[in-house]
């Protein structure tokens, strides 16, 4: 299993991207976390096949039809760090 973080910029809060990414998330089996960050960008944490984990960053690449993604940075996240069983919104 990996685990990858994602940050996504641009207009991404507001347009209801954390509920498309749950969705992606749950359609992917991948468990972790999407929540808003004070900078206006969006965390997304999750942990599955490697497979699954490229697909869920085309999607965020893609995001939701009110979305405007500018860009989307992604680095691998330590094992060692706790992640909820399944997908959480926070």
Do not use: C, Y
């Not at 929540?35 to 984990?53: F, I, M, Q, T």
């Not at 680095?75 to 959480?88: A, C, G, I, M």
Request: glycine content about 8%; proline content about 3%.
């Amino acid at each position: 299993m990996a685990a990858k973080r994602f940050l996504v910029r641009g207009r991404v809060q507001g347009v209801g991207f954390r509920w498309f990414v749950l969705r992606e998330a749950e359609t992917l089996h991948l468990r972790g976390f999407a929540r808003n960050l004070h900078d206006g960008s969006l965390e997304v944490v999750a942990a599955g096949s490697e497979a699954a984990l490229a697909q869920l960053g085309q999607a965020l690449a893609r995001g939701p039809a009110m979305a405007r993604v500018e860009r989307v940075d992604a680095s691998d996240f330590p094992h060692e760090e706790t992640l909820p069983k399944n997908f959480d919104i926070r």
